[in-house]
């Protein structure tokens, strides 16, 4: 196993902290615990954490809801329990293997499933690992990870967005839905946003043409048409927004629900010639970002970089806590009201 390199003449402090969970449960399961300090294998690296998300998955994966997820996470308790899975901070050592990295650059790291991140040291992959370019704060840049790993796909694989696409996004001011409408907006779109009072302002601010308070407007009383509908929190429904399409309109959620999976696998025949015609072609469908290939996700990763240092989107931090705080950070994400992304600063 061949030595990391140390990054400083400072000594590497033999325990690091991290917050775990142990079970399943509210958020104060979630505690602090000391582990021991990581060391970077060949082609690791291990970082000082400056930010780490906390994403309305993870609040999901801590309190195993749906119960369902077990089947992900741990059946009787969780396999993993360090969860954090975009993470941004300073490299502190790298393995002999590992070349494109150096002790104290400012990096993202996107662990996945193997999450790791709520701690004060993590060990990943080098290949998950991301250089962040100056003039992106690292707070912001974990921000617009967690949130635009996401909505790319969505806006660019699923919606197809292009210049002058009608796109409205509910859940327009959440992680997912202010990173889309950004993205969207940069590539062209007509983007309406729906949102609440407080958050009315911010989504203007992001780039939406047009602002739907949604505690005024309800969905019912929009007429539309857009080409595409993106349902970023699972609050609407595909019968709730069916009226809002144009012919040939796609309905796009993150969010699973009764009957989305099953119109998803049918949506090439209510797309072709036979059901086009008698029912306009509207189509509703779901897709799992996550469980795309981890080169393509840190592709698009890097991809977000690139046009956050170019000042076309940046991330939207709303509130932060201290490490050891994570319950409560967890607790307001529970709310379900959050703008943008929750983080950890350790
Ligand atoms: N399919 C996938 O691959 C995938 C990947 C990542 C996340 N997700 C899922 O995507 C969803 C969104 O994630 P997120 O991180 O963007 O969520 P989030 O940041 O927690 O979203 C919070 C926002 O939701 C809005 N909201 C709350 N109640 C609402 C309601 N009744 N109607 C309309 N908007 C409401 C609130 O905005 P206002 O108060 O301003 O309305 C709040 O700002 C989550 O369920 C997550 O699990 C799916």
Not at 101 to 108: M, N, S
Not at 111 to 121: F, K, P, Q, S
Not at 234 to 258: D, I, K, M, Q
């Amino acid at each position: 196993m061949p030595a990391p390199s140390p990054s400083t003449d400072t000594p590497t402090p033999a325990t690091t902290t991290v917050v775990a969970h142990h079970r399943y449960g509210p958020p104060e399961v979630l505690v602090a615990e000391r582990a021991p300090m990581p060391v970077a294998g060949a082609d690791e690296v291990v970082l000082a954490v400056e930010a780490v998300a906390v994403s309305r998955a993870e609040a999901a994966f801590r309190a195993a809801r749906p119960a369902v997820a077990r089947l992900a996470t741990g059946l009787l308790r969780p396999r993993r329990p360090v969860l954090g899975g975009d993470v941004g901070g300073r490299v502190l050592a790298v393995g002999a293997g590992v070349t494109h990295l150096r002790p104290g650059d400012r990096v993202l790291a996107q662990t996945g499933i193997a999450m790791g991140g709520y701690a004060r040291h993590l060990r990943a992959p080098a290949t998950a690992v991301l250089p962040v370019p100056d003039g992106v704060p690292t707070p912001e840049a974990v921000a617009l990870a967690e949130g635009g790993s996401t909505a790319l796909p969505f806006v660019r694989d699923h919606a197809r967005v292009r210049p002058g696409t009608r796109l409205l996004v509910n859940g327009a001011s959440g992680a997912v839905g202010a990173a889309a409408v950004q993205l969207a907006a940069h590539l062209g779109a007509e983007v309406t946003g729906v949102c609440s009072t407080d958050h009315v302002e911010l989504v203007r601010s992001l780039g939406a043409a047009s602002v739907v308070d949604r505690t005024r407007t309800p969905l019912e009383a929009l007429a539309g048409p857009y080409d595409v509908v993106l349902n970023a929190v699972g609050t609407s429904s595909f019968r709730r927004c069916r009226h809002l399409l144009a012919p040939g309109g796609s309905y796009l959620t993150t969010v699973p629900g009764a009957g989305i999976l099953v119109r998803t696998a049918l949506r090439p025949v209510l797309r072709g010639p036979l059901l086009r015609g008698p029912l306009g072609g509207r189509t509703a469908a779901i897709a799992f970002t996550g469980l795309r290939p981890a080169a393509d996700r840190l592709a698009d990763v890097r991809h977000l970089l690139d046009l956050a240092a170019a000042g076309a989107v940046r991330g939207v931090v709303d509130r932060t806590w201290p490490l050891e705080e994570a319950a409560a950070a967890h607790a307001y994400v529970d709310t379900g009201r959050k703008a943008g992304t929750v983080l950890l600063l350790p």
